[in-house]
C-alpha cells in the first residue's frame, strides 16, 4: 500500500467538482460541491451524535439505508439546520442533484455545513447545478475539497493505493474542518471514495469500525457539531472479488481505509481553528483500551495544554492535570509523559514526579509544527493516540507564559 | 441579610494578613496570606475531584478530619503538587505558621497554587512568616485576597451581614480564580469566615450543599485543577445559639452562604482568564435538576459560544447545538433561547428554529458586560444557573464574526 496524489477521484470511475453557485458572499470561495460515480455504489455512513440534527443528515441516513449511493452533493456557508423547511430543502438539493445527473434522488448523499439556524434558498444551488455538472472531470477532487471548506485555511485531500486479489484498487477521501470538532462518533465532514469491491454490510463495518480510532480522536474546541457526518462510497471498479466477509481482502481494506482517515485526521487537527501546531498525543501502557482513548482524549482536549504548547512551554504539569481529571482509574505514581517533534524527544515526568531536564532542548522541540505528547501509564497493555492543535493568542497570552 | 464590605476579616474574631515572601519573582506582588481566629473554629471543606491532586489537599484534609481549624496559610507562585517532598513542604507551612501563632499545627489549613510540578522551597515562608504575623489585622483582608492572586486581575471578596435569633453575624470569603476553573466538585480556592455559631457537621452540610449550585457551576476552560478547595471556618463569636440541625437558624446561614458563594462565582467567571464579559445561562422549565445543570453547563462551556459572546454575535445556533451535545434528554423542538442584558431581552429562538429578531438590538445587548443566556426547556419545572465567560482574540478572530 502506498499514498498517492488526490482525493475523491484518485479511485476509478468517480468524477467531482466544486463552484461558487452564490450562498456564500465572497464570490472566491467554493461554495457546492459534486461528486459523481459513473456507476451505482455501495454506501455507508456516520453521523454526529448531537441532538440537533442538521437536516440534510435526515435526508442521507434515508437515502442510505438501502447501502446504495451515486453522488454527493454538499454546500457550505450554510448548514440547513434548525430551519422549518429543513428537509424539504435537502430532498430539493438532493431532486435537482438527480435531475442534472439522470439518477434516482434516492442515491444522493446530501450534505451542509455552514451557519445554524439561517434559510437556505434552493435558488443558487438550482442555478449553479448546469455549471457543477459540467465542470464534473477526475482532475476535480481538489475543487470538490474547495467547496466544502469553512474557516479550513487548507483542503484536505488524501489517497492511497493497495491491493485485493492482485488487482490495484484505490482510496481516497476529502474532509472539511475546522471549528466544532470534538471526538463523539464522527466529526466533521468527510467524503470517501474507492474502486474497490465491499458488500454494503462490510462497507458500514469497516467504516463504523475504523472511526473508534481516527475521527473520534480528534478535537478541536471540544464542540461536537450539529452536522457531522462521514461517507464512504465504493464504485467496484477495480474489479476485485466483492468483498462480503472479514479475512485478509478486508483487512487490507481496512488498512488502506486507516491511511486515509488517519491522514485526513492529522490534516483537520493541524488545521483546526487559529492552530500553529499539529498535537498527537501517543498513549501506551494503559489497563484497557477505554483507558487508553479517554486519557489520550482528555489531554489533547485541554485548553492549558494547548495553551502551553503555543507558547512551546514544556508546562507538563499540565498534560498530569488532564490525565487526573479525565476519569480514567489511572495509578498517578506510575506516569511519564515526554514530549517529542523533529527536533528529538525529551522525559519531563517519571513516576508521577517531575524530574530534571534541559529547558532549552524542551523548547526546541517544542517549537516544532508537529509535536507528539507521549504518555506512559506503565500499567498495561493498550495504547490509543489523539489528534488536536495548539490554542492560540491571547487565552494564551495568559497560559502559554504562565509557568515563567 | 444585606452585602457589606469585606471578605474574609468581615466576621468578628477574625484578622488576615499578606505579604510577598519571594515564591514569586515579582516582588511587587503578594504571595503568601495568613487568615487567623482569635478563637479554635468549626471547619469544613470540599476539594476537587482531580486523581492528581495538591500535597497542600491532603495535609489540609487531614488537618480538618477533627472539624477543627484556627488558620489558613496560602502562598500563590507554585502549587507544590507533583513533587516528591510535596507532604513534607506542606506540614512544613503548616508548622512554621502554628509555631508563629502559639497554636496546633493540626489546626492550620494549608493551600498552594500556581506552577505543578516545581520544587517549593520552605526558605521564603520561613523568613517571612514573622512579618505575616506581625501585619495580621481586621483591615488584611484585602491584602490577604491579593496574596491568593495567580492569573487574577482583580482580588475576590465579598461579605454579607445576616440574623440568627436576634444575634448579627457576618459571613464573608475571598477567592482565587482564574483558570483551570471548570465544574467538577469545588473548583478554585476560596476560603470564607463566619462568626455564626454552627457544628462542624452542620457546616459541612451547608458548604457541600451550597456549592452544588454554586462553584460546581462556573467553568473558564473546562480544565480542573489539582489543587482546588473551599474552607469555611465558623468561630462563633457573633454569641448565636450553635446551630446543630436544620430549620429556621440552618436556612438563614444558608442563605447567608450562598449570598457569598454566588458573589465570588460571579468574580470568578467575570475574571476568567481573558475575559471581557460575565455569561450567566439560566436554564428554566427541566424535567429534572440535572438536566437543567447539564444544560446550563454544556451552554456555559462551549468554546465556540464563548467566542460568539466575545463578538457581541447573536449566533444561537451555538447555544442550540451545545445543548445537543450535552447528554441532556431534551426535547430540541421546545427550546427558546432569548439574551438579556442591562440594554434588554431579545428572543431569537422559539421552538428549536430562529425567529426574525433585530440584529441591531440584539449587537446593543450583547456589547454589554454582563450576558444572561435564558434557555427555556418548556418540559417541566427545575431550573438552574452557570457562570462562564467569553473566550477572547485569535481563536474568537475566526469565531466571533463567524456567522456574518
Redesign the interface.
Known sequence: MKLINGGVTAAQGFTASGIHCGIRRNTSKNDLSLIFSSVPCTAAAVYT?????GAPLTVTKAHIADGKAQAVICNSGN?N????DGIEIAEGMAALTADALGIDPADVVVASTG????PLSLEPIKNGMGELVSKLSEDGGLEAALGIMT?DTIPKEVAAEFELGGKTCRIGGIAKGS??I?P?MATMLVFITTDAAISPDMLQKALSGDIQSTFNMISI??????NDMVTVLANGTAGNAEITCEGEDFTAFMKALNTVTVGLCRMIAGDG??ATKLLECRVTGAQTPDIAKTVAKSVI????LKAAMFGADA????V??????SGAA?D?NKIDVSFKSAKGEILV?KD???VEFSEEKAKEILLEKEIEILVALNDGDHDSVAWGCD?????V???GD??T
Do not use: F, P
Not at 221 to 226: E, H, I, L, V
Not at 320 to 325: E, K
Open positions: 451524535t448531537n441532538l440537533v440534527k448548514a439546520t434548525c430551519n422549518a451557519v445554524i439556524g439561517q474557516t471549528g466544532m470534538h463523539n474546541d471540544g464542540d461536537t457539531s450539529t481553528e487559529g482536549c485541554s485548553s492549558l508546562n507538563w504539569g499540565r498530569l492535570c488532564a490525565i487526573g481529571y489511572v498517578v515526568c508521577g514526579a517531575g490554542l492560540t493568542y491571547d487565552y497570552k495568559i497560559n504562565y509557568r
